[in-house]
């Protein structure tokens, strides 16, 4: 368990990581590892790296192979993070939507700084 110190603020999101049977994209007609990574900035920069968690919220995956998926928050930092979706063999994914949820401290609005000579 973390404590914070400071206020603790919240910021959240939703976004479509790609439609690959629209253009028929790596995702839809490849094999193998692929991956997309896109970056997503927070509203407002928070005091430090906040905890991220990423997941899927929408799927559309062809049925006749096995569904093989990995998604998760790299490169965080505090004013955003990487959105990283993988798969590998022969899966046939069509679109990804992921939400994010980011927990962590930010600036307290009596919060103060002193200039020391």
Do not use: C, Y
């Not at 990423?54 to 790299?74: F, G, H, K, L, P």
């Not at 798969?87 to 990804?96: G, H, V, Y």
């Amino acid at each position: 368990m973390r404590w914070f110190s400071g206020v603790v603020g919240i910021d959240q999101g939703s976004r479509i990581l790609f439609s690959d049977f629209a253009h028929d994209g790596a995702m839809w007609t490849g094999s193998g590892p692929r991956e997309v990574r896109q970056e997503q900035k927070f509203g407002e920069p928070f005091l430090s790296p906040p905890v991220v968690t990423v997941s899927i919220s929408m799927w559309d995956i062809a049925n006749q192979t096995n569904s093989r998926v990995d998604i998760t928050a790299e490169n965080t930092t505090a004013t955003g993070f990487e959105i990283v979706f993988r798969t590998w063999a022969d899966t046939r994914i069509a679109r990804i939507r992921a939400d994010w949820l980011a927990i962590g401290t930010i600036r307290d609005e009596e919060d103060w700084d002193v200039d020391v000579p």
